[in-house]
């Protein structure tokens, strides 16, 4: 597999030399989106991964095992690197949602979830293997769906077509127009990447997204 290639490049040559080289291990295009809030030069690289869940396995322990599998997948290939794994799994009443697919998974996804009390379990691991750090944080987050029509859920999946969103809720966008409530204590973990938590673990690995 060729080298991932850079999302950005730093503007002084001297801060590149210094900065150990990031990566983002993921395949989702709303982790990139928000990892590039930071302002760090990164590149994204596919862990490839199977994100089957275990017999029996809870939701918040699917999340920080594929998370932690994803960062762990890159950093065997690239020590030097400080790498980003990330996962999310919704649940709700004991059953676990992952990514639709589908127009009818994603339709199914939304009438279990209507009028329910759902949590996304969303979990981060940062790991540099050349220096031994590794650190992982969870960011669950509680969601209160409103009670959905059949003709709400049809309108914001042909809208929205959030088949690749665990639970088929695409927040950022129409998908707000689902919920009643979210409780949570980091805004972005909702989306895909708890960047409170990220940028932390980024400071301990020797990233600082506050200094040039």
């Known amino acids: 597999m060729p080298d991932p290639m850079p999302e950005r490049q730093p503007n002084d040559p001297h801060a590149a030399a210094a900065r150990p080289r990031l990566i983002l291990a993921s395949t989702s295009r709303y982790r990139r989106e928000l990892l590039h809030r930071l302002h760090l030069p990164f590149e994204v690289l596919s862990p490839g991964v199977d994100e089957t ?21 890159v950093a065997r290939r690239h020590p030097d690197a400080v790498v980003i794994g990330s996962d999310q799994v919704c649940a709700v009443g004991g059953e676990t949602l992952g990514k639709p697919g589908t127009h009818e998974r994603a339709t199914l996804q939304l009438q279990r979830l209507s009028g329910q009390r759902a949590v996304f379990h969303t979990s981060v691991c940062v790991v540099r293997r050349s220096t031994g750090y590794e650190s992982h944080a969870a ?13 709400e859920i049809e309108h914001y999946l042909r809208t929205e077509q959030p088949y690749d969103c665990a639970g088929s809720a695409k927040c950022e966008t129409l998908g707000i127009a689902l919920l009643e409530a979210i409780e949570s204590d980091d805004p972005t973990a909702l989306v895909g990447l708890p960047l409170i938590r990220t940028a932390r673990m980024l400071r ?9």
């Open 53 to 73: 869940a275990l017999a029996a396995e809870a939701p918040a322990d699917l999340a920080r095992r594929l998370s932690l599998a994803k960062a762990d997948a």
């Open 139 to 151: 960011a669950p987050v509680v969601v209160r769906f409103r009670t959905l029509s059949a003709e």
């Open 204 to 212: 301990e690995a020797g990233i600082d997204p506050l200094r040039p």
